[in-house]
């Protein structure tokens, strides 16, 4: 099983007027980098995201299954999931019958534990595919971004500035180490 993002936030957590700020630009210096800035804020929180293994924008993924877990627990690598969205049967036509509400429910610890709980009176897929939407990250409907996450993108993204090829990511151990506290780790 893996989420495939349908929807995600058009805005990074941390905008261009903010590395700018913080790579002391003069308001008008510069501007022609924006989108070298922009692209390099992308940059450091995709590496972000992989080292905390957390969703630092708001998204919208879809989850196949083509059977419902024994156990009643589906385990999900999106963290910090926020809202189950829409839970169904796929049809041959392509459209898709929704499950009654309650059958399929955020676990207890959306955070640190990220999954979803069957009800045990859930339906038989009976040979169609399982479809499950969940909102997940942070912003939006989620929690706001912690600020270390914050402080993490902007130091990555203004190291990459400052030496653009010229040695090797000086604050890869920086930024680590701010991202730290929220990684999620795995067995």
């Known amino acids: 099983m893996i989420p495939l993002r349908i929807e995600a936030a058009a805005v990074e957590p941390v905008g261009v007027p903010d ?3 913080y790579l002391r630009f ?5 501007a022609d980098e924006d989108g070298l800035l922009q692209a390099l804020i992308s940059a450091a929180r ?10 630092l924008i708001p998204g919208r993924y879809r989850i196949a299954l083509s059977a419902w877990p024994p156990d009643g627990q589906v385990p999900l690598p999106l963290s910090p999931l926020v809202a189950l969205l829409r839970a169904g049967f796929a049809q041959a036509s392509g459209g ?3 499950l009654a509400a309650g059958l399929v429910r955020l676990g207890p610890d959306p955070g640190e534990a990220p999954s979803l709980r069957i009800d045990p009176a859930v339906p038989d897929p009976a040979g169609r595919m399982i479809l499950i939407e969940v909102a997940a990250g942070y912003g939006g409907d989620g929690p706001p971004l912690p600020e270390p996450l914050r402080l993490a993108i902007l130091r990555l993204a203004a190291a990459r500035y ?8 000086a604050a890869r151990t920086d930024a680590a180490e701010l991202a730290a506290p929220f990684r999620r780790m795995r067995l």
């Open 96 to 98: 898709v019958t929704d």
């Open 26 to 30: 003069e308001s008008d210096a510069g």
């Open 19 to 21: 590395l700018r700020a």
């Open 162 to 169: 400052e030496h653009r090829g010229d040695e090797p990511d």
């Open 46 to 55: 995709a590496s972000l995201e992989i080292e905390t293994r957390r969703i």
